[in-house]
Structures are given as C-alpha cells and as structure tokens.
C-alpha cells in the first residue's frame, strides 16, 4: 500500500516554496501532516494548541481538517519563521499566531484546555510535559513527532526521546500508542479510565 497522502491544504505549495527560500527545515511530514488533519476532523468545534509553528506547515494540515467552529492556537519563538506561516494563513479567523517562547506561554496560559495538542518543540515535549498534559482536555489527543532516530541527533537525544516514550506510557491518565510510521510518532489520550497494565519482558 503506498500512504502517500493524495489531498493536501491549498497553502503547503507555497509554504513549502518559502521554507526552501528561508532554509527551512523542520516542518512535518506530509503523512504526519495527513494525521493532524484527520485528528482535527474529529474533534468538530475542537480546541486545538501546535506548540511549534515553524513556517505553519503543520498548521495548514490542521486547518484543513478543522471545521468552521473550531479553533487553533499555535506559539513559535522565532517571529522570522513564524511570519511565513502569518502571511500565508492570516486572513482565516480560526487561528490565533502567538510569537514568544512556548515554554513561557504554557506557564502562563490560563483558559480552557484543549481537545488537540501537537507539541512540536523542546515545551510540551522536552520539558514543561506535565503541565502541557495537564491541558489536554478529557478524551484529548496529545501527538509528538521526530521519535525514530535520525543521524544528526545531537549527544543524548536518543536517550532523551526513551525517558520520554516511558514517561508517557507508564502515565495512569494517558493511553499512549506508538507510531513506528513517518519520522516516528505517539499518540496519547487522557482518558479517566484505569489504562492496560504495561507489559514488562514476555514475548506476545
Ligand atoms: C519542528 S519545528 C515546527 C514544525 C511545525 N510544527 C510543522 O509541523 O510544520 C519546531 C519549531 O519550534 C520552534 N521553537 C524552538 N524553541 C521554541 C520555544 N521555546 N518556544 C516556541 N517555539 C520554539 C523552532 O523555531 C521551530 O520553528
């Protein structure tokens, strides 16, 4: 089966046309994006945080996927990369672009919580995870991305990335499925229900 996506948003060519220009690198996966998208789909009216715009890639597959009464909030710290997302994505009244660092943004941040968090960047992900979990709603989606090992790692990554998997999984309040598919993904759900005993050892 191939799982190329076969629709995309309106914006990605020309967003993808401005990262080239600016160098930019980091935007996620058409099948990730494809992903965002449908989780979008199903939360109609849905409170959705990217944490991590980049060049708003990720936020066009949001988008696409949202209906008209949903909502997007999506915090970059680098205000140059997050105005090519700005220009592109600016006129439809969904979104909401906050420049500044998300991990200020999350201690501050007092509303509602949210139905959809991508966290796709060092807060919410690295650090500051409790506290971005705290505000996925009940029955929310939280989705990380950039899990599967990649040759320019820094020193620690990857070790990084396993305290982080584990962290997640052995959560009571979160069901966690990962995603060996794309550039490596989990998926967790609150949820109030007691989750599956993780499996220590065994072979099945
Ligand atoms: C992987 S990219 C985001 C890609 C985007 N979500 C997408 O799907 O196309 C990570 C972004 O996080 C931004 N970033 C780094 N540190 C940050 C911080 N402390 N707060 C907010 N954004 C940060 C980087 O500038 C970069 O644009």
């Not at 980091?26 to 980049?54: D, H, K, N, Q, Y």
């Not at 909401?96 to 796709?120: M, R, S």
């Not at 990649?150 to 990335?161: D, E, I, N, R, T």
């Amino acid at each position: 089966m191939d799982d190329t996506p076969s629709t995309f948003p309106d914006s990605l060519p020309a967003l993808r046309a401005a990262a080239r220009e600016a160098g930019f690198d980091m935007s996620c996966e058409e099948r990730t994006g494809s992903l965002l998208a449908l989780l979008a789909a199903a939360r109609p009216g849905g409170r959705i945080l990217e944490l991590g715009t980049g060049v708003g890639e990720g936020t066009a597959w949001l988008l696409s996927g949202m209906d008209s009464a949903s909502s997007l909030v999506t915090v970059e710290l680098d205000e140059v990369v997050q105005e090519v997302a700005r220009e592109q994505l600016r006129s439809d009244p969904r979104v909401t672009f906050v420049a500044g660092d998300g991990a200020e943004w999350l201690q501050t941040y007092d509303g509602e919580p949210f139905d959809l968090v991508f966290a796709d960047t060092w807060p919410g992900k690295f650090t500051h995870l409790e506290r971005t979990l705290e505000l996925v709603a009940s029955g929310g989606t939280y989705l990380i991305d950039d899990l599967s090992p990649q040759p320019g790692w820094p020193a620690g990554h990857g070790a990084a990335v396993q305290r982080l998997l584990t962290d997640l999984e052995e959560r009571e309040d979160f069901h966690s499925v990962r995603m060996a598919w794309a550039s490596g993904l989990l998926m967790a759900v609150r949820s109030s229900h007691a989750r599956i005993t993780p499996r220590h050892g065994g072979t099945d």
